[in-house]
């Protein structure tokens, strides 16, 4: 960690966010409009590589609205063969850099039927349904401790604040609870009725351990779904991934005003 943090301050010539935003398929072009200085991960001692299209894999730090933010350019996944405690080490970089709050996105798809393509979510809760939690292992005590409490990761705060810009930008918005598989495949209709059964509104392949680890390390939480899709058994359309990014650049334009107002306020 020492040497992590050592070379993105060398690198970013000591930059201290207060902000993190990790951006999902499709939205990574929002650090190409606000970039100060930016960092491949192939470069920072201990990070991995980003492999997937449409995350160019970058760390990117500005000064966006009186705001200094530090922004992932594309994740890294645990389908990808990585642990949980790789794809979630830049979450305790973030904190280590001085985060406070995280802004997190994702591409995902509709289990709400009401949900369409383009919406935008506001993360009220989420579903763990990856078989394994990003904190197993031995504690840091320098981060958090060893059982946190999960009652409010997704600040209600950040919510109320979210609606509120969403309202002043007229955008529709909707709220509900994600639901995190692993993947890469797409789950089955039978999956997606189960995850409608418990609950959930949106269905992806990430944030959750980030939202998990963050919410260990004190920072507060705000998640952002682009529905990309809707779910397997909702319609007759194939999933693909090329259909995600479309739909994401679909959206694009109303989720950078939307970041933008929520940086603003904050």
Do not use: W
């Not at 160019?56 to 645990?78: D, W, Y």
């Not at 996105?105 to 949900?115: H, I, L, P, R, Y």
């Not at 680890?213 to 779910?231: E, H, K, P, T």
């Amino acid at each position: 960690m020492e040497k992590t943090i050592d070379f993105i301050n060398k690198s970013a010539n000591n930059f201290q966010p207060e902000t993190g935003i990790i951006l999902g398929s499709g939205l990574g072009e929002f650090a190409d409009e606000y970039c100060d200085y930016a960092i491949n991960y192939s470069d920072i001692p201990n990070f991995i590589k980003s492999n997937v299209t449409g995350h160019k894999g970058r760390l990117v730090f500005a000064e966006i609205e009186g705001k200094k933010v530090v922004m992932m350019q594309g994740r890294n996944h645990f389908y990808e063969g990585y642990s949980m405690a790789e794809i979630t080490y830049p979450v305790k970089v973030m904190k280590k850099l001085g985060v406070k709050t995280l802004i997190l996105t994702n591409a995902a798809g509709a289990v709400n039927e009401s949900f369409r393509p383009a919406d935008l979510m506001i993360i009220t809760d989420h579903i763990n349904f990856m078989g394994t939690n990003p904190l197993i292992g031995k504690n840091d005590d320098t981060l958090g401790e060893r059982f946190p409490d999960m009652s409010e990761i997704y600040k209600k705060d950040l919510v109320k604040l979210a609606e509120k810009c969403a309202d002043k930008l007229c955008i529709d918005i909707q709220k509900g609870v994600y639901f995190a598989s692993t993947g890469p495949s797409y789950e089955t209709p039978a999956e997606i009725n189960m995850a409608r059964i418990l609950g959930a509104d949106a269905i992806g392949m990430s944030t959750v351990p980030e939202a998990i680890v963050a919410n260990y390390c004190g920072m507060n939480v705000l998640g952002i779904s682009c529905i990309s899709n809707s779910a397997s058994g909702v319609s007759d359309v194939k999933l693909s991934h090329s259909e995600v990014i479309e739909t994401t650049n679909k959206a694009k334009t109303r989720f950078k005003a939307l970041v933008l107002e929520i940086l603003k306020n904050l």
